[in-house]
């Protein structure tokens, strides 16, 4: 098969949807509420020590996962109304990993300024809406998005400036592809806190599937001056650029928005190596520039990581179809 044929078939592939270290090691862990031993939903956890991403959000089983090399750290949980969890490693060796459960403790004495992570201004009753809506969460369940969504609102009926509660029911309007509602929690998010890079960063990710690329590259540009080392934000920002890309059909033209997609979806891999997404995303930018081998690489790596996901078959007839190509090149 001609490489310019299988080049055109690639690039067509990557349109519809500098190597870095790989980092060994990890800290990961759980975050439960003590009172109920409910997992902590989407809820901010801190890395301090070199090379790890300041801050990401729990899933929906209440874990977290930092990718990390050789030294010290400290990871941290605090939110509104509960005492500060902290905990400290030190990564002596390559095969080093961590696990640490937090349980959240609620803490009725601390005091802190509106709108600040700890926030003893919000009402007890506030932080009982905010909670049934983690708990509603926690379960998973599609049809409990509806129930969070209504705690949340009720959360922040009663106290406008709940940051957390706020960017959570941002975050669950998304989930519900209730793009409208989730715009506006976000945006209100910010009126609270201009730098909460989180609601930054998923405000982006709903411009992005509105196609409003410009406005996704904005609030993503913002969020990443924040907290420069987020991968979610690096990756977010690559596929904005991939989406430029893909509205210019002149290869000249549209080579500068590649350029951009793969230093972010690299600066992404810096974060977090074991990402399926960012790795398609990688591979694809590699085809338009030839580098079909390294491409098959990336695209094994998808498939290593996310062997049943929506982009798996996909990847497996591109190995394939590039395998074949190199092949043919050797023949005499």
């Not at 050789?70 to 400290?88: D, K, L």
């Not at 007839?317 to 050797?330: C, G, N, P, Q």
Request: glycine share 4%.
């Amino acid at each position: 098969m001609p490489r310019t044929f299988i080049r055109l078939f690639l690039v067509i592939a990557a349109l519809t949807f500098s190597a870095v270290p790989a980092l060994a090691q990890q800290i990961q862990g759980q975050v439960r509420y003590a009172d109920t031993n409910q997992p902590a939903v989407r809820v901010p956890v801190r890395c301090n020590g070199v090379g790890c991403i300041p801050i990401l959000m729990t899933d929906n089983n209440g874990k977290f996962v930092f990718n990390v090399s050789v030294g010290h750290y400290t990871i941290s949980v605090q939110i509104p109304g509960y005492i500060q969890q902290e905990e400290s490693r030190d990564l002596l060796d390559l095969q080093s990993n961590e696990y640490i459960f937090f349980k959240l403790k609620p803490d009725a004495t601390a005091r802190a300024a509106p709108g600040s992570v700890v926030d003893a201004n919000i009402p007890e009753a506030a932080r009982k809406e905010f909670t049934k809506a983690d708990e509603a969460l926690a379960t998973g369940k599609k049809e409990k998005l509806e129930e969070a969504v209504q705690h949340l609102e009720k959360a922040v009926t009663l106290y406008p400036k709940f940051l957390e509660a706020q960017l959570k029911l941002g975050t669950t309007y998304m989930d519900l592809q209730q793009f409208d509602k989730a715009e506006l929690a976000l945006k209100k998010t910010l009126e609270i806190d201009p730098k909460a890079a989180n609601a930054l960063f998923a405000l982006g990710e709903i411009y992005l599937r509105q196609k409003k690329n410009e406005d996704a590259e904005k609030v993503l540009l913002q969020g990443l001056q924040v907290e420069g080392r987020s991968f979610q934000g690096h990756l977010t920002l690559a596929r904005v650029y991939v989406d430029m890309a893909a509205k210019i059909k002149d290869e000249a033209q549209n080579r500068p928005w590649r350029v951009k997609a793969y230093d972010q979806v690299n600066e992404a891999l810096k974060y977090n190596s074991e990402n399926a997404l960012a790795h398609w995303i990688k591979g694809n930018l590699l085809v338009t520039v030839g580098r079909d081998l390294d491409a098959q690489h990336e695209f094994e790596e998808y498939v290593r990581l996310d062997p049943k996901g929506p982009l798996a078959d996909k990847a497996k007839t591109l190995i394939d179809k590039i395998k074949k190509a190199l092949e043919s090149e050797k023949k005499p």
